[in-house]
């Protein structure tokens, strides 16, 4: 096929960060970190617990489990999420199919490119401005709802992925309701009100990160800090490589590896509907110069037209309304991220 003429080129041209390293380019000043460092892979670990998911499904949820949760959701916001319904062979599957869609060509993957305005597809940080810092990093956006689906952005090789991620869909929607249920029990309030904010039409999003090796671990960063703007998300983490980590009381702490569970982070609209009780933890994930790293980060973000706000029961005397009702709150976010702010202090009160 001709090349079209650039005049007529809708989209700049984009270098991955994969292709950066594929062919040796020496590393691009808007990588570097000169003010401070990329961050260090060896610091403290995370200590969050590890909640069994049949436990807090029963009608008698364990007290012991519940309250496990909600100590993890306060302090860390964060934990890990076993007995969730998905075998350890297929969470690997998931994960062998997000290898082999990095591990394609590069003009395959272009055909799932991000469109110059839009937020599906293949791509990596938009470039807003000359002094914005880049992530290492390469991602591929979806949104896994069946009715919001955008196929043209669904890869069609490897031939498994559509299958293996419509299955995954499938299982997290029910361990989504089973989470949200058990963080309001474990708050003493209605099994609904979580989900009912939550709402019907909530979009799960998925981002497929794929951190290459990195020359300067001590320079770059994989995913520059940040709080997510969901309800919660779900990581999954590469098998073997290490990256992310929380930051808690100024300080930085790695999440470990267990192969067979999910990672479930709060976001900011849980910390706004919890009224301030369940934190959204601020992370980011650190490079590596042995070894390259994937992860599949799943955000389940509430109905656009839904109101989010603090839970009334969770406002008293004792705990004033913190934050303010909102709705769309993932336009409010992009638009602090891009000026290096966090979107949850423009709904405080
Ligand atoms: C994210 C995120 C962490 C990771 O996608 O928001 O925090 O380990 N990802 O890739
Ligand atoms: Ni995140």
Redesign the pocket.
């Given at each position: 096929m001709a090349e079209s003429a650039p005049a007529f080129k809708t989209q700049m041209v984009w270098k991955s960060v994969q292709e950066l390293v594929l062919n040796g380019d020496e590393l691009p000043e808007n990588y570097i970190h000169k003010d401070r460092d990329g961050g260090d892979l060896d610091v403290p670990l995370v200590e969050i617990p590890v909640v069994n998911l049949g436990q807090l499904k029963s009608l008698s949820t364990s007290k012991e489990e519940l309250q496990k949760l909600r100590s993890a959701l306060s302090t860390w916001g964060c934990f890990q999420v076993i007995n969730h319904g998905m075998t350890p062979s297929f969470l690997d599957e998931v994960r062998e199919v997000t290898k082999q869609f990095f591990a394609l060509p590069m003009e395959e993957k272009r055909k799932y490119s991000r469109e110059a305005d839009g937020i599906e597809g293949y791509g990596n940080d938009k470039i807003l401005s000359e002094k914005q810092i880049l992530n290492w990093s390469d991602r591929l956006y979806i949104t896994l709802n069946p009715e919001q689906r955008k196929l043209k952005f669904w890869p069609e090789n490897p031939k498994v992925f559509r299958d293996i991620l419509n299955d995954y869909t499938i299982k997290l929607s029910i361990v989504t309701a089973v989470i949200l249920t058990a963080m309001a029990r474990s708050l003493d309030l209605e099994d609904n009100c979580f989900l009912d904010q939550y709402g019907k039409e909530a979009t799960m999003r998925a981002?497929f990160?794929y951190y290459p090796k990195c020359p300067r671990p001590d320079l770059v960063i994989g995913?520059e800090e940040?709080a997510?703007a969901s309800a919660i998300?779900f990581?999954l983490?590469d098998n073997e490589v290490e990256?992310?980590q929380f930051q808690k009381d100024n300080q930085w702490f790695k999440v470990p590896i267990i192969p067979e569970a999910l990672l479930i982070i709060v976001g900011d609209q849980t910390e706004i509907m919890s009224n301030g009780i369940f934190k959204s933890p601020v992370?980011k994930?650190v490079t590596n110069s042995e070894r390259e790293r994937i992860?599949l980060?799943v955000f389940c973000l509430p109905g656009l037209n839904e109101e989010i706000g603090p839970i009334d029961r969770l406002v008293d005397e004792s705990r004033p309304r913190l934050y303010k009702k909102v709705k769309n709150y993932v336009g409010i976010y992009f638009e602090y991220y891009q000026q290096g702010k966090r979107a949850i202090e423009a709904v405080k009160i």
């Open positions: 981002g990160n995913l940040h997510d998300t990581l983490q990256g992310l992370h994930v992860s980060s």
